[in-house]
C-alpha cells in the first residue's frame, strides 16, 4: 500500500540528482550566504532564476514548491503592510508601492531560498545527506546525527499518519472548525506517535550505524561538471559580496 506521506525526494536520472552530494551540501550553504550578501532586489532574483532553472533541471515536484510558497503569502502581505501602514491609512496608495518595493529584495530571498532548497533536496535521499556533510569535513557525530534526523521526521509522518487513521476509526475526527477540540484531540494523537518515534530511534540508529554511515564517506574527487557547478555558485556569492562592499554596481541593468 503506498505511503500516506508525501516524500520530498524523488529517485530520478537528472543532471541534478548525478551531482556529488558534497556539491548540493555546500551550495545549500552558499544559498544562505548569497541571501544575506545581495545588496539588491535584482541581484536577489539570481537566487529565484537559478531555483526555477533547479526546479525545472531536478524535475522537483511542482506541489512542494507552490504548497511552501503560499504559506509564507501572509508574511509577505504583512511585511508590505507593516511597511506602508501609514500610507494605508492615510489613502497613499503610492506609498504602499513604494513600501512594496523596499520588501521585495526579502520577498525575492524567501521565494529563492524555498526554490532552491526544495530543489536540491528532492535530490538528496538521507543516504546523501549524510555521506555529502561527511564530505565536506562535518564530523562524523554531527553528519550521523543530523542523517538520523532526517531519516525520523518522515517515520514521525508516518507513524502520525497511520496513528491519525486508526483513531479516526475509533471516532477521533481532528476537525480544523473546532480548533479546542482539535487541540484536545491531537494531543491523543501526538502521545502514540512520540512513544513510536522514541521506539524506532535507537533501531533505526542501530541499521544505519551497521550499513556504516558513521565511518569515512570515501567520494573521491569531485567530476568536471560539480567543480563547474560549485564554481558558478561561489562566483555568484563572491560578486554580489564585490557589489555590496566594492567597486561592482548594486543592480544589474
Known amino acids: 500500500m503506498p505511503s500516506r506521506v508525501p516524500v520530498l525526494y ?5 543532471v541534478v540528482h548525478r551531482r556529488d552530494p558534497r556539491v548540493k551540501v555546500l551550495l545549500l550553504g552558499l544559498l544562505f550566504v548569497f541571501i544575506f550578501v545581495a545588496p539588491s532586489a535584482q541581484w536577489m532574483s539570481l537566487a529565484v532564476l537559478g531555483g526555477l532553472l533547479l526546479a525545472v533541471l531536478a524535475r522537483t515536484p511542482w506541489r512542494w514548491l507552490v ?3 503560499a504559506i509564507h503569502i501572509p508574511t509577505f502581505v504583512a511585511l508590505i503592510l507593516i511597511g506602508g501602514w501609514g500610507s494605508v491609512t492615510s489613502g497613499d496608495w503610492a506609498g504602499v508601492i513604494d513600501a512594496g518595493g523596499a520588501h521585495l529584495r526579502l520577498v525575492l530571498a524567501w521565494t529563492g531560498a524555498i526554490l532552491v532548497s526544495v530543489s536540491l533536496f528532492s535530490t538528496i535521499d538521507p543516504d546523501d545527506l549524510s555521506r555529502g556533510l561527511r564530505g565536506v569535513g562535518l564530523p562524523a557525530a554531527a553528519a550521523f546525527g543530523l542523517g538520523l534526523a532526517y531519516r ?13 487513521e486508526t483513531m479516526r476509526l475509533r471516532g477521533l475526527r481532528l476537525e480544523w472548525r473546532r480548533p479546542i477540540r482539535f487541540i484536545a484531540e491531537s494531543v491523543q494523537v501526538s502521545l502514540p506517535v512520540l512513544f513510536n518515534v522514541v521506539r524506532r530511534g535507537p533501531m533505526l540508529m542501530s541499521t544505519m550505524q551497521i550499513r556504516g554511515y558513521s565511518q569515512d564517506a570515501q567520494l573521491g574527487r569531485l567530476r568536471v561538471a560539480d567543480v563547474a557547478v560549485l564554481a558558478i555558485g561561489v562566483a555568484v556569492v563572491v560578486g554580489s559580496a564585490v557589489a555590496r562592499w566594492g567597486p561592482l554596481p548594486t543592480t544589474l541593468i
Open 67 to 69: 504548497v511552501l510558497w
Open 152 to 164: 525520523l521526521l518522515y517515520t514521525t509522518l508516518t507513524e502520525t499518519a497511520s496513528i491519525a
Open 10 to 14: 524523488r529517485d530520478h536520472d537528472t
